[in-house]
C-alpha cells in the first residue's frame, strides 16, 4: 500500500470511532457517559484483530485487543446474523470489571462477514452489593454485580427481550441502563453501517488489505520505537496500600526485558491475590502495559493490534495483577491499572529519560453514591471521578488535576453535579504545594467538598495513595497524598471514614449512610517531581510563588530559593 491510501483508510476508520463515540455521548442518560466519557469505541476483524480505537478511555483502548479474542474464539461466527447485537462484561472472559460493557455488532457485506463494530463503556449501575458498583468491601465477584458472558442482546435487529428483562431486573435503575445500553448499542449501529460502507467503496478484498497493511505499519512503528531502548533487563516496583478488607500492601512488581523491537513485561514477584476488590484481571494486566508502551511511544502511531505485537505481558494467576476466580476485581481497572501503568513507565525511565516522567496521582478517587429521589421516588445512582495532579516531564511540569493517566475522563461540572444530584458544592480548587517539587513540579491535586442537600443516601469510595505517596522521578521529590473526611450535620469536626465508622480502609469502603447536611471532603493526590528540586530555574519558583502553586516553606526548604 502506498502512504497516501494508508492514511486515508486509517483516517476514516479512526473517524467512525470517534462518531460512534460523540452518539455515545450525546444518547446517553448517565454522567459517566455524557460528562466524563468513560467509554471508547472500535472497529475489528472477525478473528477479533483491531482495526482502529476512537481517542478515548486509555484501560479500554488497551484492554480491546484480549478482551476481543477472548469473545470471538466463544461466539460461533457461523451462527452470526445481519442485526445481531452481542453483549459481554464477564472479567473471566478477557473482561476488565464488572461494570465494563462490551457491545459487539457484526458487520456484513453482500452476506459475508468482514468485521465488528465495538463500544465499551463503564456502566454506572450495575447490581451487586453498592449502588453505583463499585463495592469497596466486596470479597468476591458476586458482591459486584451480573456477570454476563457473551449473549444476543439483539437478533436479527430485533430485541431479545428475556435478556433485556433480565438485566434490568438485577440493577437499581432500570430507567438509566436501558437508556446507556441503547446509547451503546447505536454507537455499534453507526460503527457497523460507516465499516460497511468504507467496504463497499474499495471492495471487500481491498477493504481487508488495506487493514492488514495499517496493522502490519503499525507493528513497524512500534518495533522500531521499542529499538531506540537500549536493549536490558528493567524493574521497578509500587504498591497499592491495601485492598478494603485487610490492612497490607500489595506490590506491584514489573520486569521489562527490551530485545531489538520486541519488549516483554513480566509481573512475577507481585503480591498473591487480594480478598478485596483491587484485583486485576488478565485484561488489566495487558491493558496497563500498552497503556504505558503507549504513552512512551510516538503517538502518532495508528492505536490497533499491530501496534500491540512486539508487546508480550507475562502475569502469573492468582496474583494482584491477574486474579483467579471468584476474586473481586472492581477497583482493578480504576485504581491498580494505573499502578501497573506507571510501574512498567518507571521500570523504563532508566532507557527513557528523556521521555519519562514521575507518577501521577494514580488513582480516580471514585465517589460513588446512590439514594431516592425525593420527588419521584426513584432510586438514583453516581459515579463521580476526581482529577489528579500528573509527574514533572523532562520539559515540562505535570498537569494540575487531570484524570488519571488510564482514564483520561474530564469530571463532571459543578453545575450538572448540583443539578443532577443532592449535592451542593462548597469548594472546589487545586490544593496548592500538592506537586512534587522537581526541576519540574508535579502537577496540583484537586480538593472538593460537597454538602447533602434533602435527600438521604449512602456512599461508596475506591481510592489509594493516603498512606503512600506517589513518586518522583531522578531526584524529583513525591507529590502530596489523597485525603478524604466526613463532617456530621452539627458537627464541627473533620474525621476519616476509619474514624468515624471504623472502616479498616480509609480509602476503600462500601455503604455509609449519609443525612442532608453531612459533608464530604475529597483531596486526590498530586503528580511526583522529574529532576533535582534545586535544579529549578529560579525565575519559575518565583512564579509559583506568585501564583500560590508552592508554599514559602518549599521555596526556602525544596528549592532553596533565597
Known amino acids: 500500500m502506498d502512504m497516501v491510501s494508508l492514511n486515508i483508510v486509517g483516517g476514516i476508520l479512526v473517524s467512525i470511532c470517534r462518531d460512534m463515540g460523540v452518539t455515545l455521548m450525546r444518547t446517553s442518560y448517565s454522567t459517566i457517559f455524557s460528562e466524563s466519557l468513560d467509554f471508547t469505541c472500535g472497529l475489528a476483524l472477525p478473528n477479533g484483530e483491531l482495526v482502529a ?7 479500554m483502548i488497551g484492554g480491546l485487543p484480549l478482551l476481543l479474542r477472548s469473545c470471538v474464539q466463544e461466539i460461533a461466527l457461523k451462527d452470526l446474523e445481519e442485526g445481531d447485537v452481542i453483549l459481554h462484561n464477564d472479567p473471566y472472559r478477557g473482561g476488565l470489571h464488572t ?5 459487539f455488532k457484526p458487520v456484513f457485506v453482500d452476506g459475508e462477514l468482514i468485521g465488528f463494530a465495538v463500544s465499551i463503556g463503564h456502566v454506572c449501575e450495575v447490581g451487586g452489593m453498592a449502588p453505583a458498583g463499585f463495592a469497596g468491601e466486596a470479597t468476591e465477584v458476586f458482591h459486584e454485580g451480573l456477570r454476563v458472558p457473551p449473549v444476543k442482546i439483539k437478533k436479527a435487529g430485533k430485541d431479545v427481550d428475556d435478556i433485556w428483562r433480565l438485566m434490568l431486573a438485577n440493577v437499581r435503575t432500570p430507567r438509566y441502563n436501558y437508556g446507556d445500553f441503547r446509547a451503546l448499542i447505536a454507537a455499534t449501529d453507526l460503527g457497523e453501517r460507516r465499516m460497511a460502507d468504507l467496504a463497499r467503496k474499495y471492495g471487500v478484498a481491498a477493504f481487508r488489505e488495506n487493514v492488514t497493511a495499517l496493522m502490519d505499519y503499525s507493528e513497524r512503528r512500534m518495533r522500531a520505537e521499542i529499538a531506540k531502548i537500549p536493549d536490558g533487563r528493567y524493574r521497578f516496583e509500587d504498591c497499592m496500600e491495601d485492598d478494603g478488607i485487610e490492612d497490607k500492601v500489595f506490590t506491584i512488581r514489573a520486569e521489562v526485558t527490551v530485545a531489538g523491537g520486541d519488549l516483554v513485561v513480566d509481573y512475577h514477584g507481585s503480591s498473591p491475590q487480594a480478598k478485596g476488590p483491587i484485583n486485576g484481571t488478565l485484561g488489566v494486566a495487558h491493558g496497563a502495559a500498552y497503556n504505558a508502551v503507549l504513552q512512551l511511544t510516538d503517538q502518532s502511531i495508528p492505536k490497533n493490534s499491530g501496534c500491540f505485537r512486539p508487546i508480550r505481558v507475562l502475569a502469573p494467576p492468582g496474583t494482584v495483577v491477574n ?3 471468584p476474586g473481586p476485581s472492581v477497583g482493578g481497572n480504576t485504581e491498580t491499572h494505573c499502578r501497573i501503568a506507571n510501574v512498567v513507565m518507571g521500570a523504563l525511565a532508566p532507557g527513557l529519560k528523556e521521555r519519562s516522567a514521575a507518577t501521577d496521582g ?4 471514585n465517589f460513588l453514591f446512590g439514594g431516592s429521589d425525593a420527588k419521584t421516588g426513584e432510586f438514583f445512582c453516581c459515579y463521580d471521578l476526581t482529577p489528579v495532579g500528573w509527574g514533572g516531564r523532562s520539559f515540562a511540569d505535570g498537569n494540575d488535576a487531570v484524570g488519571g493517566i488510564n482514564g483520561n475522563c474530564p469530571h463532571i461540572p459543578v453545575e450538572v453535579f448540583e443539578y443532577r444530584y443532592p449535592w451542593h458544592v462548597e469548594e472546589f480548587k487545586l490544593v496548592d504545594g500538592s506537586g512534587g517539587p522537581g526541576t519540574f513540579r508535579g502537577g496540583l491535586a484537586l480538593s472538593k467538598t460537597v454538602r447533602c442537600t434533602d435527600t ?11 498512606k503512600v505517596h506517589p513518586w518522583g522521578i531522578h531526584g524529583g521529590h513525591p507529590g502530596a497524598k489523597a485525603e478524604l473526611f466526613i463532617m456530621r450535620a452539627g458537627s464541627e469536626d473533620w474525621l476519616t471514614i476509619s474514624q468515624a465508622f471504623n472502616k479498616v480502609s480509609p480509602s476503600k469502603f462500601a455503604n455509609v449512610p449519609i443525612s442532608p447536611g453531612d459533608r464530604i471532603k475529597i483531596s486526590s493526590p498530586a503528580g511526583g517531581g522529574w529532576g533535582p528540586p534545586e535544579a529549578r530555574d529560579p525565575a519559575m519558583v518565583k512564579e509559583d510563588l506568585l501564583d500560590g502553586f508552592i508554599t514559602e516553606e518549599q521555596a526556602h526548604t525544596a528549592y532553596a530559593a533565597k
Open 53 to 59: 480505537t476512537g481517542d478515548f478511555c486509555p484501560s
Open 456 to 466: 438521604p443516601m449512602t456512599f461508596s469510595y475506591m481510592s489509594d495513595r493516603q
Open 362 to 365: 494514580a488513582t480516580h478517587s
Open 99 to 103: 461494570p465494563e460493557h462490551t457491545f
Open 323 to 325: 486474579v483467579n476466580f
